[in-house]
């Protein structure tokens, strides 16, 4: 029975982590108008999934080091109830925040769910060494990381783009029909007595001109995109289907591949029913984009969070992708940086409140007789 509770428990932790997660890597398709909602978390579910099942092969670093190995005795890390209080507090965490469209970290959340539960459970002999360094390290320098190396990126793309004669122009989308806002303003009477204004986009959606190769340069970069956007959902699913599936090590019974895969469909669900909230704060509220801004983040996340997965490090793709959305918002000084504080201070908030929840839930199981 304690078994399959902490089945359950874990596969609620993966579909609190799809719904919080899962439009991140498409952001900004929806974020710049390349595409609509439903073909963007359409797009990130197939993605995710991919990644998922690499994870199989390229992650298993990953599932060792959120079992909760080094930072507690090896005995608790047997124990069913541990793992039950680790997935709870997490996934209560990041199941709140969906609620409220705040885009926190699961991986932050699932190390301060590790930190609340083992306090509780061996107190001093708790390893706070390893804690900060192989998890707090990498979760801190990401996101700066991840926007200086997007702000330097966009700035070469930029001056790559502007070397090309490659230029960019204003549309105004009434329906399917795309409108040059030059032109729109000149009969904007006329346009909007065509169209109910509900039809009309604002703000105006920035298009390139020109040719690369003989290929039109906004349909080459709208394919780049997607495929930037598919990178960065895939290295979420690599990044963080072991994470979860870490927690389940202790059913000895239960194959790490079917695991991995149970995870994998929980995440794709989550996303499927509870993303639109999240997934509107960081596609919109950040900063406004363009197409190329977007891949440019897009490009430097999924980067950043593949070679970490490849190397072990527990780095948040939430914490990288806003830090890669910021990044370029500071470029274009068109980010909103009241809502980033908002941000931030969910994320200062998402460790003490995961590892407050994990270390009661691990407390009442523990004196309730659970084991």
Do not use: C
Request: avoid cysteine.
């Amino acid at each position: 029975m304690i078994l399959i509770l902490l089945f359950i428990a874990a596969s609620f932790l993966a579909y609190s982590n799809g719904a919080n997660d899962n439009f991140k890597g498409v952001a900004t398709l929806f974020g710049s108008g390349t595409t609509d909602y439903k073909k963007a978390i359409s797009w990130a579910t197939i993605t995710t999934l991919a990644g998922s099942v690499a994870a199989i092969f390229l992650a298993s670093s990953l599932v060792k080091n959120f079992s909760g190995k080094g930072l507690v005795p090896d005995t608790l890390i047997q124990s069913p109830t541990f793992a039950i209080s680790i997935a709870l507090g997490a996934a209560i965490t990041v199941f709140l925040a969906t609620k409220i469209g705040m885009p926190i970290s699961t991986t932050h959340s699932l190390v301060g769910a590790l930190f609340g539960s083992g306090v509780v459970a061996v107190g001093k002999a708790f390893n706070f060494a390893k804690l900060g360094k192989v998890f707090l390290m990498p979760l801190i320098v990401s996101p700066l990381m991840a926007a200086v190396v997007s702000l330097i990126l966009y700035l070469i793309f930029r001056r790559a783009r502007k070397m090309a004669g490659v230029e960019k122009e204003s549309y105004v989308s009434i329906g399917n029909e795309m409108i040059p806002q030059l032109e729109f303003e000149k009969n904007k009477a006329v346009h909007l007595n065509l169209a109910n204004a509900a039809n009309v986009s604002t703000p105006a959606i920035e298009r390139y001109q020109g040719e690369f190769v003989g290929i039109s340069a906004q349909k080459m970069l709208d394919f780049f995109h997607f495929i930037s956007a598919g990178i960065v959902s895939f290295a979420r699913g690599l990044n963080d289907t072991p994470k979860i599936v870490g927690l389940l090590v202790v059913i000895n019974t239960l194959d790490i591949r079917i695991s991995m895969i149970a995870v994998a469909a929980a995440m794709a669900i989550g996303g499927l029913l509870n993303a639109k909230k999240v997934g509107e704060m960081i596609s919109k509220r950040i900063t406004p984009m363009n197409s190329g801004q977007g891949f440019t983040a897009n490009l430097v996340t999924g980067l950043l969070v593949t070679t970490a997965s490849i190397h072990g490090m527990p780095v948040s793709t939430t914490h990288v992708s806003v830090g890669s959305i910021f990044g370029i918002g500071t470029v274009t000084k068109k980010a909103d940086v009241s809502v980033v504080k908002k941000i931030l201070l969910s994320w200062l908030l998402t460790l003490p409140i995961a590892a407050t929840i994990a270390g009661g839930i691990y407390f009442v199981l523990i004196s309730l007789g659970v084991a």
